[in-house]
């Protein structure tokens, strides 16, 4: 018997079980591609990104030595000794040299003011690509005279046009071209201060090589060999590090680079990857209800002799093809969409991208789309295996879901696992993959609460003297098999990104433009040299502006922590002290008091003025302080521009760095720096943009050196970064929203014979057709409306404690854009129901009696 | 002649909440190869629990069932997929076609489950025996109520079966067809030696059979040959 019974699997084997699923699929085929349908999304969004990221890596790779312009560059932040220069003049074949640094410039013909970083470039660089000009020589031609290239944004700003001059501390260059690219600086980075390059011979003559402003030098070398690179770098790698040199090559650049965007790029993925699954999600949904319309089928060819795995196998080859062919189209769709990336995300992208296909990311998401729908499909199909033959006698048969159960538990931990491994692949960490995961689960588990607690709240509150049409709109939510949680979920989700999404960059707008509210500062001048200290705020009273602060700054570093220097600390690396605390420079000022924006929070301020000869107790923001390990009674030495001054770490302050101030990370009580070289900031208000431009002429023709931040400059400089930001994460959340109106489609689209019999049925019961689309209307109306309520509300919520936690403000959401939300989506859903179920009211009724399927 | 089918005081209760419900109270039979038997009783009475029992598609509460001198109480449901497909064929009241395949589909899926593959022809002339030579090609939703049941006909011997069951088969067909449908029963019983056990409330029917078994009430009340050696309508 039961080798007989072998044979019989045998013989059946897995071709009957092709040619079956083949068949049933027949009468199906775009119902079953409607499902499958929910995952195109989210594997086009993930195979755009792979593609991205692989495009990416490659150019990166590529272009990798047009990144940095050269083979080598050293950085310093002062202008080198003799030393250090005969150092440098043995390196490379040929040599560039830059000094850069912030500086305000005028537009003669429009009398415009704008902050720019200043470069001073000599020498042949860059080696490697071009200085991307219009017109297209001026990029070398330019440093044969007293010229500058002028950033296109710039250009455009103060309408200036080629030819034209601009002041530039006290000279005049001619603008010799439009900046368009420079090797390295990529988008975001030159939004704030735009580059403008001229001549290093003319630096001295500009005036503005003062101490007290931020230099930064870079040299650049070219090799005509590789190898003599890495030996001569080997070489005086010692001598850098212990100059506070910074340095990179081709190598490093690529690195660094490439570790910018992957922060970018995983963001992303997480997002596509959410898309992935609510679609699996809406496919188990889908499976599910159209499984229990196949329950008789199943009942009778297992009557007719079918085994549980053999019926069983012929569904799960038919979801298993149609993922596959979900994901073949999805990855289609993808790597479509990945030629229009790069333009819309061009701005954070570090390189020029190239769009040819990548196979290997095809490769990819169809695997990823194939067994994530297997897996979520394989979901409901379990179910199959309890189906009774019994059936075929009597409809409703009890089922014996024990074993089913355990099985349903164990799959669920296998999709689990493997939705972990997936983020952990996309997530640099462990302790990120927790928090993703957890984060995910929780807000599915919230979704799921809160949309059953409102269409609870619903159904408690909804009026019962309401007619007919209503109640029954209403009741349809209830229906057996409705998939009303499901899309509440999957469009929900969608909603709540998109509207967080919006809701955070109006919290951070409000934010700022707070800070620039009645009496809030809004001007920063800096780099004034205590001689011009006294003439400027002189110029400030003329203007009769407001003086908030004049405060003094010192640059310094620090020398050693507790006795430890860079090179001790780089050794014990017990002491957990990063070497960056000695590198950087350090900007400090001295006073004996808080002021609005700080907060004590251990120690004490220094009582009394300092006393030749005491210990100097210093303060320091506390978080820097915990970042370089440093606490109470700690002591550091600082070295002063060359005067070393040993300190004792007295207090700790909270420091609100929001508010438009002078903020600072370590404070020297009053008595010790007055006599340290030092600049000064002034921090004023100005009243319109009129007064601020005519202001910003008069300090920066009467004091070239001097550099001014303007508030409202700042704040349309980060609504357009935030813009641009926004704009990429709500295109790859609108995928999660369209995911999950998909979903939508496929589950009207499954119950559609039931809806059929019951519109006939109320026909027959003698309902006309304009109320059997009423009916229709309000059902999805209601849905759509739970949906995006369930997204709003959860948004609000994230909002109002991202705002009380992390904004420290509070929250009054905004009406309007959110209501505007919320139609949208009901409206989309509405439409969508509507379309997808207008074949029902039409359908002669006898057709919907005989039909089956 | 040999017992095809062997009911030993099989007893079928149902749990519903704390109550137990027996609806199969000891019934013992058995029937002999080749014959045809009517089960008739009123509505409720547990025929078509009966007959579920009988064909293995449920589990007895107590007592034995051997088919063919094989127990089929003690099997596992695929060992008795197994013995349904090589053995055992039904009719059902409602047809019970699979939507998605066409009638001549329909009629090749028990030959194929038992691994045969050329039997396409075989399926045709199956159906131009039930009178459906032009049909082959249709889904069921495009075959009336009569042409269903015929196509079903056709299905359940295509095997061979040792046995019948149907529950109801003429249940919700005319008489006109119902004779039909009977006819094409019988002439497949006489040329096969296929046993008959045939659920119905049509006395004209049970009484065209060789043997009658009455249920009431769960018991069996009567069982009794008809004065038929030879099944005729
Ligand atoms: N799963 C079940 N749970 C509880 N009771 C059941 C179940 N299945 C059947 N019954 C009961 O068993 C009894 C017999 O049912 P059965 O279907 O066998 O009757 P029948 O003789 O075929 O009736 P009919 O002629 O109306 O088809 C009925 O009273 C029915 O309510
Ligand atoms: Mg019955």
Known sequence: MSTDQLLLRKKTGIRWLITMAWRDSRRNRFRLLLFMSSVVLGIAALVALFSLDARVRDDINNQAKTLLGADLVIDSNQAPDSTEQRLLDTLGNQRSQECRFSSMIYFNRSSGTRLVQVLALGGNFPYYGNLETIPEDAGTTFREGQQALVDHTLMLQFDAKVGDSIQVGELTFTIAGVLTKAPGRSGLSTTIAPPVYIPYRYLQQTGLLQKGSRFTYSYYFQYDDQRTMEDQLAAIRPVLENKGLGYETVESRKKSTGRQFEDVSRFLTLIGFIALLLGCIGIAGSISVYIRGKVPAIAILRCLGAGTTQTFLIFLIQITVLGFIGALIGALLGTLAQQVLPFILKDVLPVQISTDVSWSSIAKGIGLGTVLSFLFGLLPLLSIRGISPLITLRVSVEQKPVWRNYAQVLLLAVIFLFVVLLTRMQMQNWMETTIFVSGLLVTFLLLTIVAVLLRGAVRRFFPSSLNYIWRQGFANLYRPDNQTILLIVTIGLGTMLISTLYLTQDLLMKRVSMSSGENQPNMVLFDIQSVQKDAVTRLVSQHHLPLYQDVPIVTMRIEEINGMNAAAAKEDTLSGIPSWAFGGELRVTYRDSLTGTEKLTAGELAAKAYQPGAAVYISMEERYARHIRVSIGDSILFNVQGTLIPTIVGSFREVDWAKVQTNFRVVFPAGVLEDAPQFHVLVTRVPSDKASAAFQREVVSAFPNVSIIDLGLILKVLDEVLGKIAFVIRFMSGFCIVTGLIVLIASVYVSRFQRMREAVLLRTLGASRKQLYAITALEYFFLGMLAAGTGIVLSVIASILLAKYSFDASFSPPLVPLLVVFFVISLLTVIIGMFNSRGIVNTPPLEVLRKEV | ?233
């Open chain 2, 1 to 233: 002649m040999d017992t095809i089918l062997d009911v030993r005081s099989v007893s079928k209760s149902y749990q519903s909440g704390n109550k137990k419900l027996t609806v199969l109270h000891d019934i013992s039979f058995s029937v002999e190869a080749g014959s045809v038997v009517a089960i008739v009783g009123p509505s409720g009475s547990g025929k078509t629990t009966l007959l579920g029992l009988c064909a293995g598609l449920d589990r007895v509460s107590s007592g034995t069932i051997e088919f063919n001198k094989m127990r089929m109480d003690d099997k596992s449901e695929d060992e008795r997929a197994f013995i349904r497909n090589r053995y055992i064929g039904f009719i059902f009241q409602n047809f019970q076609l699979i939507p998605t395949l066409t009638a001549l589909e329909n009629v090749m899926v028990p030959m194929e489950l038992q691994g045969e593959r050329h039997i396409r022809a075989q399926a045709v002339s199956l159906l131009e025996k039930v009178g459906l030579g032009d049909r082959v090609h249709h889904y069921p939703a495009q075959l009336s109520g009569g042409e269903q049941q015929r196509v079903s006909i056709a299905r359940a011997f295509s095997t061979s079966p040792k046995i019948l069951f149907a529950d109801e088969p003429t249940g919700n067909l005319d008489d006109e067809t119902s004779a039909k449908i009977v006819s094409l029963l019988y002439e497949l019983n006489r040329e096969a030696g296929t046993t008959l056990i045939i659920v119905t409330h049509d006395a004209e029917l049970a009484e065209s059979t060789q043997r009658i078994i009455r249920l009431k009430g769960g018991h069996i009340i009567a069982d009794e040959q008809t004065h038929h050696s030879k099944p005729q309508l």
